[in-house]
């Protein structure tokens, strides 16, 4: 009979799975892995101590330490805001601040940022034109990859075999692709992964378009997908 207590006993305890421990984590006892306890910003935990870990379900975006919306995100409490797990960023998402100023940004962390150029962008009745996607890039960023894809042939006009180049502004504008890049039958991405053009101040990233011969603003159809990914280094 004491026998059948035991076993009794024991089957009750590990019937459950999961246990709050202190309000501080929930253990998963069958794997004994620790899963974060979820939470809300809408009604955050009233006193957490310094460290604790939440998974919080009304995120404003995914991963980002603010409420407002119905995305996950896992967060830390420092003891004045919730920080975005590793990293060391303060409340409201994080020190994770966006490096880029145009394009859509895709991702935090290493960064992504992309856009359009259609062929209506380019009025300049001369050989070349630059465009700006980028500025006030700072000497720290260090990128991981850009692309250019011309999802449209850029045609029309009397402007033969047109290209397209990544980099600074002026001779530097093809630095980042390392090659002036063919734009006249479209569909064949170029990606690249640069050396940083400079380490210190801050610097305008540009596309340059050139033709052979004719304008660029000769052409009645194209359109060029960009994508540029990096971070900051310090």
């Given at each position: 009979m004491r026998c059948m207590?035991?076993?009794?006993?024991?089957?009750?305890?590990?019937?459950?799975?999961?246990?709050n421990v202190g309000q501080a984590r929930l253990v998963d006892a069958y794997g004994a892995n620790r899963l974060p306890p979820t939470s809300t910003f809408a009604s955050p935990p009233s006193s957490p101590p310094s460290g604790a870990v939440y998974i919080f379900t009304d995120a404003s975006a995914v991963g980002a330490c603010s409420g407002g919306g119905s995305s996950l995100a896992t967060c830390r409490w420092s003891d004045s805001a919730w920080q975005v797990v590793g990293g060391s960023g303060s409340g409201g998402g994080?020190?994770?601040s966006s490096i880029f100023s145009g394009g859509t940004q895709v991702q935090r962390l290493m960064?992504?940022?992309?856009?359009?150029?259609?062929?209506?962008s380019l009025t300049t009745a001369s050989?070349?034109?630059?465009?700006?996607?980028?500025?006030?890039?700072?000497?720290?960023?260090?990128w991981d990859q850009v692309m250019v894809n011309p999802t449209t042939p850029f045609t029309g006009?009397?402007?033969?075999l047109p290209t397209v180049s990544m980099g600074r502004?002026?001779?530097?504008?093809?630095?980042?692709?390392?090659v002036q890049v063919p734009i006249g039958s479209g569909g064949t991405p170029?990606?690249?992964?640069?050396?940083?053009?400079?380490?210190?101040?801050?610097?305008s990233v540009v596309l340059n378009f050139a033709v052979a011969t004719g304008n660029v603003n000769a052409f009645n159809a194209g359109s060029l997908d960009w994508e540029i990914c990096g971070y900051a280094a310090r």
């Open positions: 207590v035991v076993l009794l006993t024991a089957a009750a305890c590990f019937s459950q799975s999961k246990v994080g020190s994770d960064q992504c940022a992309h856009g359009t150029v259609p062929y209506t050989a070349s034109q630059e465009i700006a996607i980028q500025t006030g890039i700072s000497g720290n960023v260090r006009g009397t402007a033969t502004t002026g001779s530097n504008n093809f630095e980042m692709t390392g170029w990606t690249a992964r640069p050396i940083p053009p400079q380490l210190t101040g801050t610097y």
